[in-house]
Nanobody, 124 residues
Framework: QVQLVESGGGLVQAGGSLRLSCAAS????????MGWFRQAPGKEREFVAS????????NYLNSVKGRFTISRDNAKNVVFLQMNSLKPEDTAVYYC?????????????????WGQGTQVTVSS
């Protein structure tokens, strides 16, 4: 059973940067596709970025393209989300998720395991 623990959230001013980390445990975690989703107050959870098991493919929400970068280190079982040029509208709880499909999926229903979330707050 894969388990996920996020870290790296916090409060940052607009234009600043944060790097989120997601530590995965479990023997099969390296074969999983990984994604980041976010949920702002009063809004539905939305896809942010995803990466395939071998880092061969990535997908991004249009509004974060060019600002966010997803990457993974399978040797350490960690997935990262580097967030630059942050905007107040990026404020949300960010969740890491894993899919046994292994692909860079955009669809939340394809993800089997979820972390507890980490808060990101961007002040204007």
């Amino acid at each position: 059973q894969v388990q996920l623990v996020e870290s790296g959230g916090g409060l940052v001013q607009a234009g600043g940067s944060l790097r989120l980390s997601c530590a995965a445990s479990g023997r099969t975690s390296r074969s999983y596709g990984m994604g980041w989703f976010r949920q702002a107050p009063g809004k539905e959870r939305e896809f942010v970025a995803s990466i395939s098991w071998n880092s061969g493919a990535t997908n991004y929400l249009n509004s974060v393209k060019g600002r966010f970068t997803i990457s993974r280190d399978n040797a350490k079982n960690v997935v990262f989300l580097q967030m630059n040029s942050l905007k107040p509208e990026d404020t949300a709880v960010y969740y890491c998720a894993a899919t046994a499909i292994g692909m860079a999926s955009r669809n939340s229903y394809e993800y089997d395991v979820w972390g507890q979330g980490t808060q990101v707050t961007v002040s204007s």
